[in-house]
């Protein structure tokens, strides 16, 4: 399993987990969003991703047909029809929604300001699912592998505090003759 693959499983789950900490008797409902292929498949131990994302919460105590409920939902592949799922999402009022993909989530988060919508997708800022990366507001939290041209401040900033301090001249110099440009 790539470790992209485990960490966002790791958070979706923990976050169901947080909801069960929090009330261990009830009886947890997730709505799991996909914008396309059968809803069927969410949970198909031939899929990479959902196996460990159901053994992490069957870790943390949460079994499917036990105290959790795992709604699956399809988009079919057509965006044109997101909204409309996505409020039959929010109508059922689930504890948690995941939603894959910038497109589902921004349904979701349409839909509703209170429920928990855990994402993954690409460039939360520019897509308009965050405020920003330190502090992204609303209801969404998730993982991305590409946050956008927003991370280059942090990466210079981190790279600043790696490279110790040396005068402009020693630290810009020629690699061949050692001089400053």
């Not at 059968?38 to 036990?66: C, H, M, Y």
């Not at 020629?174 to 440009?181: D, F, Q």
Request: aromatic share 6%; with cysteine.
């Amino acid at each position: 399993m790539r470790r992209r693959d485990f960490a966002f499983a790791l958070l979706l789950a923990s976050t169901v987990g947080t909801l069960r900490a929090q009330e261990r008797a009830k009886q947890h409902r997730v709505a799991i969003v996909i914008p396309g292929g059968q809803a069927t498949r969410i949970g198909d131990p031939e899929n990479r991703f959902w196996p460990a994302f159901f053994e992490k919460l069957s870790l943390l105590g949460d079994v499917e047909g036990q105290n959790l409920t795992i709604e699956r939902y399809s988009g079919k592949g057509r965006p044109e029809d997101f909204a409309d799922l996505t409020r039959r999402v929010v109508d059922s009022n689930p504890d948690l929604i995941v939603a894959i993909t910038n497109q589902v989530a921004l349904a979701a988060r349409t839909a509703t300001g209170t429920i928990p919508i855990v994402w993954t997708g690409v460039e939360p800022v520019r897509a308009g699912l965050a405020r920003s990366l330190a502090h992204p507001g609303g209801n969404i939290t998730g993982i991305t592998i590409d946050t956008g041209n927003e991370i280059w401040g942090k990466r210079l900033q981190i790279l600043k505090e790696v490279v110790p301090r040396q005068p402009k001249s020693h630290f810009w110099a020629c690699g061949s003759c050692g001089k400053a440009p």
